[in-house]
Protein backbone atom coordinates (compact mmCIF):
# COMPACT_ATOMS: atom_id res chain seq x y z
CA UNK A 1 0.00 0.00 0.00
CA UNK A 2 3.07 2.34 0.91
CA UNK A 3 4.45 1.66 -2.41
CA UNK A 4 1.47 2.28 -4.17
CA UNK A 5 0.96 5.66 -2.83
CA UNK A 6 4.22 6.60 -3.15
CA UNK A 7 4.56 5.67 -6.82
CA UNK A 8 1.52 7.18 -7.79
CA UNK A 9 3.18 10.73 -6.03
CA UNK A 10 6.71 10.26 -8.57
CA UNK A 11 4.41 9.93 -11.42
CA UNK A 12 2.13 12.58 -10.47
CA UNK A 13 4.74 15.01 -9.14
CA UNK A 14 8.09 13.79 -9.61
CA UNK A 15 10.56 12.87 -6.35
CA UNK A 16 10.68 16.40 -4.78
CA UNK A 17 9.77 16.42 -0.69
CA UNK A 18 7.77 18.99 -0.96
CA UNK A 19 5.04 16.75 -1.91
CA UNK A 20 5.58 14.11 -0.06
CA UNK A 21 5.53 16.07 2.92
CA UNK A 22 2.35 18.04 1.69
CA UNK A 23 0.48 14.53 1.36
CA UNK A 24 2.00 13.64 4.79
CA UNK A 25 -0.01 16.52 6.54
CA UNK A 26 -3.05 16.07 4.51
CA UNK A 27 -3.13 12.41 5.73
CA UNK A 28 -2.33 13.44 9.27
CA UNK A 29 -5.02 15.85 8.89
CA UNK A 30 -7.74 13.09 7.98
CA UNK A 31 -6.38 10.80 11.07
CA UNK A 32 -7.18 14.01 13.30
CA UNK A 33 -10.54 14.04 12.20
CA UNK A 34 -11.49 10.45 11.95
CA UNK A 35 -9.91 10.46 16.23
CA UNK A 36 -12.72 13.37 16.05
CA UNK A 37 -15.59 11.17 14.51
CA UNK A 38 -14.70 7.86 16.02
CA UNK A 39 -14.62 9.96 20.27
CA UNK A 40 -17.45 11.60 19.10
CA UNK A 41 -19.20 8.45 17.79
CA UNK A 42 -17.97 6.77 20.90
CA UNK A 43 -18.80 9.71 23.66
CA UNK A 44 -21.29 11.51 22.31
CA UNK A 45 -19.50 14.75 23.93
CA UNK A 46 -18.58 17.17 20.89
CA UNK A 47 -16.18 19.09 23.24
CA UNK A 48 -14.34 15.84 24.31
CA UNK A 49 -13.95 14.42 20.84
CA UNK A 50 -12.54 18.01 20.09
CA UNK A 51 -9.74 18.06 22.73
CA UNK A 52 -9.14 14.19 22.23
CA UNK A 53 -8.69 15.25 18.30
CA UNK A 54 -6.92 18.46 18.98
CA UNK A 55 -4.41 16.20 21.21
CA UNK A 56 -3.60 13.81 18.92
CA UNK A 57 -3.08 16.27 15.89
CA UNK A 58 -0.59 18.21 18.16
CA UNK A 59 1.17 15.43 19.79
CA UNK A 60 5.12 15.63 19.28
CA UNK A 61 5.14 11.71 18.89
CA UNK A 62 3.31 12.27 15.58
CA UNK A 63 6.13 14.58 14.20
CA UNK A 64 7.79 10.93 12.74
CA UNK A 65 5.31 9.84 10.34
CA UNK A 66 4.48 13.25 9.11
CA UNK A 67 7.99 14.89 8.86
CA UNK A 68 9.61 11.44 6.96
CA UNK A 69 8.27 9.91 3.91
CA UNK A 70 9.15 6.40 5.10
CA UNK A 71 6.41 7.26 8.20
CA UNK A 72 3.35 7.56 5.65
CA UNK A 73 2.91 3.47 6.17
CA UNK A 74 1.46 4.43 9.73
CA UNK A 75 -0.23 7.06 8.42
CA UNK A 76 -1.78 4.82 6.21
CA UNK A 77 -2.73 2.47 8.54
CA UNK A 78 -4.33 4.90 11.01
CA UNK A 79 -6.43 6.04 7.87
CA UNK A 80 -7.81 2.53 7.63
CA UNK A 81 -7.74 1.07 10.96
CA UNK A 82 -9.74 4.21 12.56
CA UNK A 83 -12.03 4.07 9.15
CA UNK A 84 -13.07 0.79 9.99
CA UNK A 85 -13.47 1.01 13.73
CA UNK A 86 -15.65 4.17 12.41
CA UNK A 87 -17.63 2.17 10.21
CA UNK A 88 -17.86 -0.83 12.89
CA UNK A 89 -19.59 1.70 14.51
CA UNK A 90 -22.23 2.90 12.02
CA UNK A 91 -22.53 -0.69 10.83
CA UNK A 92 -23.87 -1.81 15.11
CA UNK A 93 -25.68 1.38 14.56
CA UNK A 94 -27.77 0.71 11.17
CA UNK A 95 -27.52 -2.60 10.12
CA UNK A 96 -26.80 -1.72 6.73
CA UNK A 97 -24.58 -4.06 4.74
CA UNK A 98 -23.18 -0.98 3.25
CA UNK A 99 -21.24 -0.14 6.42
CA UNK A 100 -19.65 -3.55 7.02
CA UNK A 101 -18.26 -4.35 3.68
CA UNK A 102 -16.58 -0.75 4.05
CA UNK A 103 -15.37 -1.66 7.33
CA UNK A 104 -14.07 -4.97 5.76
CA UNK A 105 -12.37 -3.46 2.98
CA UNK A 106 -10.95 -1.04 5.35
CA UNK A 107 -9.17 -3.65 7.70
CA UNK A 108 -7.92 -5.38 4.54
CA UNK A 109 -6.19 -2.24 3.21
CA UNK A 110 -4.80 -1.53 7.17
CA UNK A 111 -3.18 -5.03 6.90
CA UNK A 112 -1.99 -4.40 3.72
CA UNK A 113 -0.19 -0.74 5.26
CA UNK A 114 0.62 -2.63 8.42
CA UNK A 115 0.72 -6.09 10.26
CA UNK A 116 -0.31 -4.29 13.50
CA UNK A 117 -4.14 -3.79 11.89
CA UNK A 118 -4.26 -7.68 13.08
CA UNK A 119 -5.59 -6.06 16.26
CA UNK A 120 -8.59 -4.25 14.90
CA UNK A 121 -10.99 -7.40 16.01
CA UNK A 122 -9.73 -6.45 19.66
CA UNK A 123 -10.54 -3.49 19.31
CA UNK A 124 -14.30 -4.09 17.87
CA UNK A 125 -14.87 -6.41 20.97
CA UNK A 126 -13.01 -3.49 23.41
CA UNK A 127 -15.32 -0.74 21.89
CA UNK A 128 -18.44 -2.85 22.21
CA UNK A 129 -17.77 -3.74 25.81
CA UNK A 130 -16.58 -0.01 26.97
CA UNK A 131 -19.36 1.23 24.71
CA UNK A 132 -22.04 -0.72 26.91
CA UNK A 133 -20.17 0.55 29.96
CA UNK A 134 -19.83 4.05 28.92
CA UNK A 135 -24.05 3.93 28.26
CA UNK A 136 -24.27 2.30 31.94
CA UNK A 137 -22.78 5.26 33.25
CA UNK A 138 -24.45 7.72 31.40
CA UNK A 139 -27.49 6.23 32.81
CA UNK A 140 -26.26 5.66 36.24
CA UNK A 141 -24.89 9.49 36.23
CA UNK A 142 -28.33 10.59 35.15
CA UNK A 143 -30.31 8.86 37.43
CA UNK A 144 -28.22 10.05 40.16
CA UNK A 145 -28.77 13.70 39.20
CA UNK A 146 -32.49 13.17 38.80
CA UNK A 147 -32.66 11.31 42.72
CA UNK A 148 -30.44 14.44 43.82
CA UNK A 149 -32.67 17.32 42.45
CA UNK A 150 -35.93 15.45 43.45
CA UNK A 151 -34.16 15.09 46.81
CA UNK A 152 -33.30 18.34 46.91
CA UNK A 153 -36.78 20.01 46.02
CA UNK A 154 -38.53 17.62 48.40
CA UNK A 155 -35.99 18.76 50.99
CA UNK A 156 -36.73 22.33 50.61
CA UNK A 157 -40.62 21.86 50.83
Known amino acids: MRICSAGKIILCRGKGPVVSH ?3 IVFHSVVSLLVFIF ?4 SGNMSAAFISALLFAIHPLHAEPVAWVSGRKDLLFAIFYLSALVFYLRFKLCRGKVYYYLCLAS ?7 KSMAVTLPLSMLLVDYFGSFLIKVEILWNNKRILTESSLYWHTH
Open 39 to 42: FLSV
Open 22 to 24: TIN
Open 107 to 113: FILSLLS
